[in-house]
């Protein structure tokens, strides 16, 4: 019987089962388009352009969006809790500096706490030390209001920063025989003024109605404060409702970071 014949025949036929077929004899499917992706073929590169594309106008749209959220948080927590205010002039010399952003505290009488002895305060000037808010262009006085509300631009020509010589009740004068303020008739030690300055060359004595504050600048000779309001009504006093907040902390410029610190007590 003839056995080789079927074995020969299935020798030169497809693979049977079970039988492994030559690697190297067909392409894989796939391959073929995967090199081509790999090497930056047509295939991959016009649908990542297209999602590259797509993808610029949202991430603008998107920085754009995020930007005004930061610049809204800003201004709130500026309106609210700490707002940065530039020293525009030489009065609280050499306390604060011309340039100098202090971080003022509006929380700090907020809670019933009530300004004292020797905290350097901003408050609104309306009424005791300017007679009237002047007016502008309702746009400009917002813009400038945002910018100087982040610490960007000068305050409102209303703002004012001073030192609390004087509370609700006290007896002010100057000056004692040494020439010094004295409150209470307990004369001030007063280590921040302007060196070669006197605590005040105009005398006067007051007596600071309750809810009110009598205010000076540190640099007394270049200083604009209580004292030149004496013969106007309100005779120069500032009350406690138009206290903005205590300005606590010097945050600009870098070389002069820190505590503002209080004076007397």
């Keep these: 019987m ?21 690697r190297f004899a067909f392409s894989v499917p796939g391959r073929t388009g995967a090199r081509k992706r790999a090497s930056g073929g047509p295939a991959s590169g016009a649908p990542a352009n297209r999602r590259a594309s797509s993808r610029g106008p949202l991430t603008w749209r998107r920085a754009g969006v ?50 004292s002895r020797g905290d350097i305060v901003v408050f609104d000037g309306t009424g005791s030390f300017v007679r009237e808010r002047p007016e502008g262009n309702p746009v400009g006085v917002l813009l400038h209001g945002a910018a100087s509300a982040l610490g960007l631009a000068e305050p409102s020509d209303t703002d004012f920063v001073k030192r609390v010589v004087g509370v609700g009740g006290d007896d002010v004068v100057c000056c004692d025989a040494a020439g010094r303020v004295a409150v209470n008739g307990v004369p001030l030690d007063e280590p921040y003024l302007y060196p070669g300055d006197a605590p005040s060359k105009v005398p006067f004595r007051i007596v600071v109605p309750l809810g009110s504050l009598w205010v000076m600048g540190d640099h007394r000779s270049q200083s604009r404060d209580s004292r030149d309001h004496l013969g106007e009504p309100g005779g120069g006093m500032v009350p406690v409702d138009m206290v903005i907040g205590r300005a606590d902390w010097i945050g600009w410029p870098v070389s002069r970071w820190g505590a503002v610190g209080g004076g007397h007590g």
Excluded: W
């Excluded at 056995?3 to 030559?22: D, I, K, L, V």
């Excluded at 809204?72 to 500096?97: A, D, G, K, W």
């Design 2 to 22: 003839d056995t080789e014949a079927p074995h020969t025949q299935r020798g030169h036929s497809s693979p049977g089962e079970g039988e492994e077929r030559p």
């Design 66 to 115: 995020l930007g005004v959220i930061c610049t809204v948080f800003l201004l709130l927590f500026s309106n609210f809790v700490v707002q940065p205010f530039l020293i525009p002039s030489r009065s609280m010399e050499p306390t604060l500096q011309v340039g100098d952003r202090v971080l003022v505290n509006k929380l700090a009488y907020r809670f019933g706490d009530r300004p």
